[in-house]
């Protein structure tokens, strides 16, 4: 039985999610058998559970998803946010309500129990999903270790101790463990309705990504602005980046405390702002960004995890859905002077972007590639293409 959660299905218990405050919640295990420890935090999303859970921005994460049908769907080779098939890290597991169902969807091409197991992520279903939910809001992301155990045999005492063990997010640079480490190029276009193309991609851009943990549909996103990219490990320096010519430098997305990151690409990112060359930071990248020009970055309580999140461009004074996924944010009341506050949460308030006066520098919180909206926040690729032609041509490239 457990200790503050009930299993709400009538099968056999052989999985756990285990607190460090030794609260336990059973349910049935799913995909890899083992254990795994990592942060919990819950995601607000109807849909894209291959998305988000393929996005390396979760390394050391556990995604507890709120929406209780997870899965019904299957997967496909398409969705995976993975920039490519090296093995990055991304989430470690997956917590659900309702049992996993035969894949019902014309683009499916696998179950999603049988990927979670190809995958090696631990899942657990019939698990009381609205109560662990209100635990994370009353008390804060836990530590937590997540098991499958088919034989239903838990030392939750040990494992108790093991999440009690774990390091956590804070002071964490895990950008350092998703980013490539060798230098590649893309420019394939994003996808149309029967998954190709959705033409020649056309460079007209070089622009330089620096590899926090990007996800693939940014990468598809630049080539449809024109933009051939070629994606660098974050702890390139300064004169390798500009020596591959770029027209605009991109700062992606990733997983882990952004100070801790800033500790080795910082001088790197203070030398590009300083070259007047375009910049665009996302998620990661934008806290990194806001370091870099002097800002503070801080640690939430619950995070911005979800594709419902109403956030306000100040440009505009337009409202877009955007999909968020962050743990850290940027502290508004440190920006600094001619560092301008350009997007805000309609949630809670937090900073969810900025610009800096009188240089080609933009940057946002949460994720324009994604499409919740759908395409609410697809417009922030053109505008960093506007900054781009600006910037070649006042130095005729």
């Given at each position: ?7 709400q ?14 609260q ?10 083992g254990?795994a420890?990592?942060?919990l935090?819950f995601?607000?999303a109807m849909?894209?559970?291959q998305e988000?859970?393929?996005d ?9 998803f ?7 769907v299957g997967?496909?080779?398409?969705d995976?946010?993975?920039s ?21 969807n014309?683009?499916a091409?696998k ?5 979670l ?17 209100k635990?994370i ?9 997540l098991v ?26 895990l ?6 480490a060798?230098?590649f190029?893309h ?7 029967d ?11 070089h622009i330089?990504?620096m590899?926090?943990?990007v996800?693939k549909?940014?990468l598809?996103?630049?080539a ?8 660098i ?11 591959l ?10 997983p882990g ?8 690409c910082g001088?790197?990112?203070?030398q590009?702002?300083?070259a ?8 990661l ?14 640690k ?8 419902n999140h109403p956030?306000k461009d ?9 999909s968020?996924?962050?743990g850290?944010?940027?502290?508004r009341?440190?920006l ?5 506050e350009?997007h805000?949460?309609?949630f ?11 240089k ?13 909206g ?5 417009y922030l690729f053109q505008?960093?293409g ?7 041509a006042s130095t005729?490239?």
């Open positions: 039985m457990t200790e503050t959660g009930a299993l299905v009538k099968t056999a218990i052989t999985g756990a999610i285990v607190l460090a405050d030794g336990v919640f059973t349910g049935r295990g799913h995909g890899k058998i254990v420890t990592g942060e935090c995601n607000t849909t894209g559970y988000i859970l393929t390396p921005s979760y390394a050391e994460q556990i995604v507890l709120t929406f209780p049908h997870i899965g019904n997967v496909n080779e398409w995976n946010e993975n490519t098939e090296a093995g990055r890290q991304a989430a470690i597991g997956a917590i659900i309500r309702e049992p996993i169902t035969a894949p019902s014309w683009r091409q179950s999603f129990d049988q990927w197991a190809d995958a090696g992520l631990i899942a657990i279903s019939g698990v009381d999903t609205r109560a662990l939910t635990y809001r009353l008390n804060g992301m836990p530590k937590a270790t499958h155990a088919p034989e239903g045999d838990f030392d939750v005492d040990a494992l108790s101790q093991r999440a009690r063990a774990w390091p956590g997010l804070e002071n964490a640079d950008a350092q463990t998703v980013s490539q060798d230098p190029t420019k394939e276009p994003l996808l149309d309705t998954m190709q193309p959705v033409g020649p991609a056309i460079a007209k851009h330089v990504v590899d926090f943990g996800k549909n940014i598809r996103n630049l449809e602005i024109g933009a051939e990219a070629t994606i490990n974050g702890s390139a320096a300064f004169d390798e980046i500009m020596a010519k770029p027209d605009g430098i991109v700062l992606s997305n990733g405390d952004p100070a801790a990151s800033f500790k080795r001088d790197t990112i203070k590009l702002i300083a007047d060359i375009p910049i665009l930071g996302i998620c990248g934008h806290q990194i960004l806001a370091l870099a020009l002097g800002a503070r970055t801080q939430m309580s619950q995070g911005h995890h979800g594709a956030v100040f440009t505009t004074d337009k409202v877009e859905i955007v968020m996924n962050h850290f944010t940027v502290d009341d440190s600094p002077a001619g560092v301008e350009s805000i949460s309609l809670d308030g937090s900073n969810c972007g900025l610009s800096v006066k009188d080609p520098i933009i940057s946002v919180q949460h994720h324009p590639e994604a499409s919740p759908p395409q609410d926040s697809f505008r960093f506007d900054l781009i032609a600006t910037y070649r005729k490239r």
